[in-house]
């Protein structure tokens, strides 16, 4: 960038971050490669919904006197489904907060702990919006040691300094599907500073097993600078509707509160979540879908001697001896779109979000014959 903007010391700071680069949208495959039948397997969404129940109450609400309170400001903090989600986790309305998709709130607590510069430290191989949040909102990034497969709590925890503000924590991580053992996560939130907001982003927690799954929600009674995200764009099916939510301390929530903008989340948005947050059958149906795509994905992958990382979420690493970024490119091709994963540090593998059985028979028909050359 050069011109006389760029010598602002803000926007020269701002040039330097690097951009968030989201799965490719279908319809720009269309348009550009001219394809007109395209898998897209890129940003882990839930293949199965959004479900019946759902449109209902957005069809509902696009209809008749509800039609008509569109045009009036929807429910400024989504006080109603702030009861709903309150209910199901067993919480006072008060501790729940919603954002414009949970990366609205990843936002909203890097720019309230950064606002007086300081620290976050994150895993490598983290969502990218982790480091994103916390450089745009004035914060220094430095990353602690994580691999395609392991997380390391105690390198987390050695990489506190002084000036950390945050701590994040993707559990499960994306991109490369790990969690921590309880074990480790209670070492983390027992013994990180008290003063440091702790940020557990359970994106995909939904789609664990909850008889095993520790849920860093179990520890915000024990502390208070502890924020839990999860969000209704992946296993509730919710993702072209933006909308996600915290969990916290009732005075942690009051800080967000204020760098909250008025109105973040829509009336639509606000009511089709209402109806998701309780469809536990739902829940459980994608929940064994997912699990049934992972086992016939690991399957196939050693059929074509390739090795696949990670055990958790709606997605899984696949890691060839080539780049990945050609990989990509040659999938693309043939209409199938994936996530090449050299931004994250991972050169040499795709990210693949499990779609329907007839996607990854697509997926492997594109794949297959690619991959035999050398995985
Ligand atoms: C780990 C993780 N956190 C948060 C998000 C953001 O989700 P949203 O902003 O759609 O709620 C994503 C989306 O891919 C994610 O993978």
């Given at each position: ?9 803000a926007f020269e700071h701002l040039a ?148 950390t503000r945050l701590v994040y924590l ?173 931004g994250y540090g991972l050169p040499n ?27």
């Open positions: 960038m050069t011109s006389a903007l760029s010598s602002l010391p330097s971050i690097p951009l968030y680069v989201p799965g490719k949208p279908i319809q720009e495959v269309q348009r550009e490669l001219g394809l007109t039948t395209i898998v897209k397997l890129a940003s882990n969404e839930n293949p199965w919904g959004p479900t019946e129940a759902v449109k209902s109450r957005v069809m509902a609400a696009v209809a008749g006197a509800e039609f008509e309170g569109l045009g009036l400001y929807p429910v400024s903090d989504g006080w109603y489904l702030r009861q709903r989600i309150a209910q199901r986790k067993g919480l006072t309305p008060d501790r729940v907060i919603l954002g414009n998709g949970s990366s609205e709130i990843l936002e909203m607590v890097a720019k309230a702990a950064f606002l007086d510069g300081g620290s976050a430290v994150i895993p490598k191989h983290s969502f990218a919006i982790y480091g994103i949040a916390t450089q745009t909102a004035g914060g220094r990034v430095v990353e602690s040691r994580a691999s395609a497969t392991e997380l390391d709590v105690d390198d987390l925890l050695r990489k506190v300094a002084p000036d993707g559990h499960p991580n994306n991109p490369t599907g790990i969690r921590l053992e309880r074990a480790a996560l209670e070492r983390l939130v027992r013994n990180l500073r008290e003063d440091i907001v702790l940020v557990v982003d359970q994106a995909y927690a939904e789609y664990e097993d909850p008889a095993e799954y520790p849920d860093a929600a179990g520890y915000l009674d024990e502390r208070p600078n502890l924020l839990v995200l999860h969000t209704f764009s992946k296993i509730h099916a919710l993702a072209a509707m933006r909308i996600g939510y915290g969990l916290g301390s009732k005075e942690l929530m009051q800080y967000l509160e204020r760098v909250r903008s008025p109105f973040n989340t829509n009336h639509l948005a606000q009511v089709a979540a209402e109806v998701a947050v309780q469809d536990l059958a739902f829940e459980a149906f994608s929940r064994q879908k997912n699990t049934e795509a992972r086992e016939a994905f690991v399957a196939e992958a050693a059929q074509h001697r390739c090795r696949t990382s990670g055990t958790s979420g709606n997605f899984i690493l696949l890691e060839s001896a080539f780049p990945a970024a050609e990989l990509f490119k040659e999938l693309l091709q043939r209409g199938v779109i994936v996530r090449p994963m050299q593998h795709i990210r693949v979000t499990f779609g329907k059985p007839e996607e990854m028979a697509a997926f492997w028909k594109a794949a297959g014959p690619l991959l035999d050359g050398g995985c």
